[in-house]
């Protein structure tokens, strides 16, 4: 882009020279009016040119798609290989009319250059809003699941309740008659069915207990183990909403990477820790296929719909500053994000 505007500069200052001096003058001294003209106009347009070059380049994450990134950094240096053709003659002056095409040429480029950015602008605010409309999407989804099992619960314990009268005639009776191993037979399944009224709590954190209890739900329904070693404090200070939807998106993630694994291989960990005002959260699941990786560290995916679901990890990085680290080693693919607390 700025040899573009270099070559627009030349062109403007073989015009303003060849229409002041006269060929008389000689190759030598065009040539000197023509460098001394260029730097003239480079000088004054300076606050132009800081201006304009520091909002031409694209957000960095519009980079990501690597075919259309690829296209738009080769359209500056087609336009420029096409307009450098002509200067191969040796000629010093061309014909006005190839002079005017020279002229054109870069200023209709930036327009258009200009219309690509703002349609990625466009882009890029419509993704980040389809983002956003995820993670409301989810937590609703969140709630109203967690809702769901709550009620489910409640509601076994309720036939609980309404068979317990006629349990406990019949284990008197088992137990009166000495038939031990029959009572002990109804006195576990009893204990079965009200291990199905509780909702397994995993940590003190009511937002991050409620979301690691429905993809608990899920990933069982799916035969997925997952793995858990969770130890937080019930107060987070506010970031228990932001870590419980990282988390959900990490989880979200993990499950539909490992629908695409055989059977035998599908299986998630889950890490959250806080110890000495850090906290430090991972997720892995086993996954063979090679990953994408941006400039960033994160995975993309160039298929159609995928990738808002970093959207909402991008933001956890930028808002609470933390790191993260995304590997993929031995079949498992592991996210890690470690943050500073408030004590």
């Known amino acids: 882009m700025q040899s573009l505007f270099a070559v627009l500069l030349h062109t403007i200052s073989g015009f303003v020279v060849g229409a002041v001096l006269s060929a008389d003058y000689g ?31 694209l957000a960095q994450r519009f980079f990501q798609f690597r ?32 002079r005017v095409g ?5 200023i209709f480029f930036f327009l258009i250059f200009r219309l690509v950015f703002k349609a990625a602008h466009q882009m890029s605010e419509h993704m980040v809003e389809i983002g956003r409309n995820n993670l409301l999407a989810r937590q609703l989804y969140s709630l109203r699941e967690y809702t769901r099992l709550t009620e489910e ?7 609980l309740r309404h068979d317990m009268r006629h349990y406990t005639r019949l284990l008197s009776a088992l137990l009166d008659s000495g038939r ?11 204990a079965a069915e009200l291990e199905r009224t509780t909702i397994r709590e995993f940590c003190a954190n009511d937002l991050i207990n409620a979301t690691l209890s429905i993809y608990h739900y899920h990933l069982g329904n799916l035969e997925i183990p ?7 404090p019930k107060e987070m ?10 988390l959900s998106n990490l989880l979200e993630n993990a499950l539909h990477a490992s629908m695409k694994q055989p059977v035998m291989n599908r299986e998630i960990k889950v890490s959250a820790q806080y110890e000495g005002g850090r906290f430090v959260l991972s997720v892995a699941n086993r996954f063979e296929e090679p990953l994408l990786f941006d400039r960033d560290g994160l995975p993309y995916n160039e298929e159609p719909g995928h990738g808002t679901g970093m959207i909402a990890l991008r933001t956890f990085i ?16 592991t996210v890690t994000l470690n943050w500073h607390g408030e004590d």
């Open 27 to 57: 190759e030598r001294m065009h040539m000197l009016a023509i460098i001394s003209c260029y730097l003239v106009l480079f000088t004054l347009l300076i606050p132009l040119e800081r201006r304009w070059f520091s909002t031409l380049v």
């Open 67 to 98: 075919h259309l990134g690829l296209y738009i950094a080769l359209m500056p240096l087609m336009v420029l290989f096409a307009y450098a053709l002509p200067w191969l003659d040796g000629q010093l002056y061309h014909s006005v009319p190839e």
């Open 102 to 106: 020279r002229l054109a040429l870069p």
């Open 153 to 159: 619960r409640r509601q076994t314990l309720r036939v």
């Open 180 to 190: 031990i191993p029959e009572a002990k037979d109804l006195v576990a399944k009893q």
């Open 226 to 232: 997952l793995q858990q070693k969770i130890s937080l």
């Open 237 to 246: 200070t506010g970031m228990d909403t932001d870590v419980a939807i990282v």
């Open 318 to 333: 930028r808002k609470y500053k933390a790191q993260c680290n995304f590997c993929q080693q031995d079949g498992w693919v």
